[in-house]
């Protein structure tokens, strides 16, 4: 398998499988990868979701330049859709990501991180939108995902210069929300994930929606995306089970209803 996904109680953990060759995307992996994002769409068990990478090495190193340098022109189109597509997918989920950046993160690999919601980087890794020191530009994303994190001449300076960028940098832009230890890093993203799927899984799943779509948007419109979206909450029984718990001094049950 390219991809493997396990559950950890309410946590999803997706797993990018081929380490010998740094985690890169090759057409395979993003096609089981989209297969399994729409999966843990609909699975109500899964709460959060961690994507992460096998080994040490890397996160994972962008597209699989071997298999590229094989495609037709016509086959290439079909891989940067494929990526997009997958992408966009893994950053609609109506569930909070967290990447936990294990190792290199470079090109595709950074833009991955980037389509989830938070980012939890080892102290050995890197990341980086390489693309223009390979005759190309960010094409998963990254022109438009990169800016609106860390603001427009950060994002330029980073893609124009293709160089890396290291933890202790990352951290300070806002490309990533923390730096631990690499031997801390899946236990770190387990901790956020967990703190995050014990609340309201609607709740969670509306927020994300107005905190994504009010960005784009004036602040007028953008307020009442978050009515619109608070509304939808009023009748669930998840809001009726907060108020109970509260009352009763008690952690709430939540069950998505």
């Keep these: 398998m390219t991809v493997t996904l396990r559950k950890e109680g309410l946590i999803g953990v997706l797993t990018l499988e081929r380490p010998d060759v ?21 699975d109500p068990d899964i709460r959060a979701l961690i994507v992460t990478g096998a080994g040490d090495k890397a996160f994972c190193s962008g597209a699989d330049l071997k298999e590229r340098k094989t495609m037709s022109p016509q086959q290439v189109q079909v891989y940067i859709r494929t990526i997009r597509d997958t992408f966009t997918e893994l950053e609609k989920l109506p569930k909070p990501t967290i990447a936990a950046i294990n190792g290199l993160a470079l090109g595709g690999g950074t ?15 890197q990341m980086g ?11 998963a994303g990254g022109t438009q995902r990169l800016p609106r994190l860390v603001g ?11 160089r890396r960028v290291r933890p202790e940098e990352a951290l300070a832009i806002g490309l990533v929300n923390r ?20 609340n309201a ?6 927020a994300k929606f107005a905190i994504d779509c009010g960005l784009e948007v004036d602040l007028a419109s953008g307020l009442q995306i978050e009515s619109n979206a608070y509304q939808l909450l ?21 069950r998505g209803e």
């Design 22 to 42: 740094y985690n890169c995307l090759n057409l395979e992996l993003l096609v089981t990868l989209r297969r399994l994002i729409a999966e843990i769409a609909l």
């Design 111 to 125: 833009e991955l991180a980037l389509a989830c919601d938070l980012r939890i980087m080892s102290e050995k890794a």
């Design 129 to 139: 939108l390489t693309e223009t020191s390979l005759g190309i530009i960010p094409g």
């Design 152 to 162: 427009k001449g950060i994002a330029k300076e980073l893609i124009f210069s293709a």
């Design 179 to 198: 730096v631990v230890p690499a031997d801390q890093l899946l236990a770190a993203a387990m901790t956020m994930a967990e703190e995050i799927a014990a």
């Design 201 to 206: 899984p609607l709740a969670l799943a509306q």
């Design 234 to 254: 009023i009748p669930t029984r998840d809001r009726l089970e907060g108020l109970d718990a509260f009352q009763q001094k008690r952690k709430p049950v939540y």
